[in-house]
């Protein structure tokens, strides 16, 4: 399948008192994207944090009691998204979820979610100051790319949009379009992020897609606060969005914003665009030596 339509969620962070508050939830979410005919439905990164809501103020007040609580829901949280994914045949790329590692320490993990069950998972790779000096999670290792029914995926969680060798192995193992969960608290790091997609859709020619938290949890000691809006970017060349933008949403609204792709159109300009920045990029290497 080269063209599909995908949700990218700019999701709230709920406060639940039992369980199925957030199966709830999150059923809802999936069955009105895949109403929409969403093939591909993309969460943000940490919106899986609304789940230390259920373990009582002593946990969701405290960064670290937190971290470990959540390991308790994590093979039901597993197994939701495989349902979810089965019941209504569309790929999910799940919220990302602190996950612990045999050594006792914690990585950011999105994982991806399909009929036949879980087809993969990115690690996050560079962490902010907030991850490394506050809460203390670890950084992944791997770069991966996903084999999925609609293509070769590749994940940025965040912060690795920023930074451009990361989409660029992904992309030249084959993947054309690149999914970045995100998380800010700022105008000014929703827009960090937003400038790494445009920049790494414009230099690799290829789909970006955002989905962001947004609104405010103060009961949350992680993510109390949430800006941003989901937006699906593109190369910026005929046939594609003059300002490279296919679509995007509302600062804050609550909601699915949704796009259809072709993943056909990156071969095409690629091979027929007004320039070639995905072909001529070893060319800046040519240029690395001492300025004179």
Not at 158 to 184: K, N, R
């Amino acid at each position: 399948m080269s063209a599909f339509k995908l949700a990218c969620a700019q999701y709230d962070i709920s406060f639940f008192n039992e369980w199925q508050d957030f199966v709830d939830k999150l059923s809802h979410w999936v069955a009105n994207a895949s109403e929409q005919g969403a093939a591909l439905l993309v969460f943000p990164e940490y919106g899986s944090m609304e789940l230390a809501s259920l373990f009582g103020e002593d946990i969701y007040s405290d960064l670290q009691k937190q971290l470990h609580a959540m390991q308790t829901v994590l093979p039901k949280w597993y197994d939701l998204h495989e349902t979810l994914a089965k019941q209504y045949n569309v790929l999910i790329l799940a919220s990302s979820f602190p996950t612990e590692q045999s050594d006792g320490t914690f990585v950011n993990r999105a994982n991806l979610f399909g009929p036949e069950g879980r087809l993969g998972f990115q690690d996050k790779l560079i962490m902010t100051r907030f991850e490394n000096e506050q809460w203390h999670i670890r950084a992944g290792s791997d770069i991966k790319v996903i084999e999925t029914p609609l293509g070769r995926i590749g994940i940025h969680i965040c912060y690795d949009s920023e930074f451009p060798m990361i989409a660029h192995q992904q992309v030249a193992a084959g993947a054309d379009l690149l999914l970045v969960p995100s998380c800010t608290d700022t105008q000014a790091g929703f827009h960090r992020v937003r400038i790494g997609c445009q920049a790494r859709a414009l230099e690799n020619q290829c789909y970006v897609v955002q989905s962001p938290t947004v609104g405010h949890a103060p009961w949350s000691e992680a993510v109390d606060i949430n800006t941003g809006r989901a937006s699906v970017y593109t190369p910026v060349d005929y046939g594609f969005p003059d300002d490279g933008i296919l679509a995007e949403g509302d600062d804050n609204d609550v909601g699915w914003v949704y796009a259809t792709v072709d993943l056909t159109e990156i071969a095409r300009i690629r091979d027929q665009g007004q320039v070639f920045n995905y072909r001529d990029w070893p060319k800046q290497f040519a240029f690395s030596g001492p300025l004179t």
